[in-house]
């Protein structure tokens, strides 16, 4: 990702950093954008406490996660998972209840408002992504993400019934094109510090 940033802008300072303790000063940023970023952190509350700390005050912090519950296109992976029967290894644990929260416009409203940020608007982005099935599999066949990495801690047999299933169940949302047609949701919010 950064070497493509570096590519598409090549004047910009592309940066890598880690949630939740960023290399920048309080309030360096008039603004920041996380897309999907709260989805992937073991501690939202942390990570959104730094995000908020390096916008500066009454500067805008834009958000977006998946929403739940997932629409058919977005949970096909984690369907063919449960009706594999696969189960969460101990190395994946879920989130704690007390760092987890609501994927609902109201829960992240709540969420951004607990941390200090004024006047948090949600709203839901709906769409349908188009890929084949393969390219639809292929990435979590190779690791990617919570759903890759579950794939991945499976024996081989586990992995093949999952696959029959996400066949079986791409069935249903296949088009006339021949790609999947995967409705998907996420949340937009965004607030002032």
Same mark, same amino acid.
């Given at each position: 990702m950064v070497e493509l940033a570096g590519r598409a802008a090549p004047s910009a300072e592309v940066l890598t950093a880690i949630l939740p303790r960023l290399p920048f000063e309080d309030g360096a940023f008039d603004a920041v954008v996380g897309n999907f970023v709260l989805? &992937?952190? *073991?501690?939202? $509350? =942390? %990570?959104?406490a730094e995000l908020r700390r390096v916008v500066r005050p009454g *500067? !805008? +912090? #834009?958000? $977006? +996660?998946?929403a739940d519950p997932a629409p058919a296109g977005q949970s096909l992976l984690g369907r063919a998972v449960e009706a594999a029967g696969v189960t969460r290894p101990a190395q994946l644990p879920p989130l704690a209840a007390e760092d987890d929260f609501p994927r609902t416009p109201d829960g992240l $409203?709540?969420?951004? #408002? *607990? %941390? *200090?940020?004024? /006047?948090? +608007?949600? !709203?839901?982005?709906?769409? =349908? &992504?188009?890929a084949s099935a393969e390219e639809w599999w292929s990435g979590p066949a190779a690791g990617v993400a919570f759903i890759g990495q579950l794939l991945l801690s499976q024996? /081989? /047999?586990a992995r093949a019934e999952v696959k029959q299933h996400f066949d079986s169940l791409s069935r249903d949302l296949l088009g006339a094109d021949g790609l999947l047609h995967l409705p998907h949701a996420a949340l937009l919010v965004s607030a002032s510090r």
């Open positions: 989805n &992937h952190v *073991g501690r939202p $509350t =942390d %990570a959104l *500067g !805008r +912090i #834009a958000l $977006t +996660i998946w $409203t709540m969420l951004l #408002a *607990g %941390a *200090g940020l004024r /006047e948090p +608007i949600c !709203r839901t982005l709906r769409w =349908d &992504h188009r024996p /081989e /047999e």
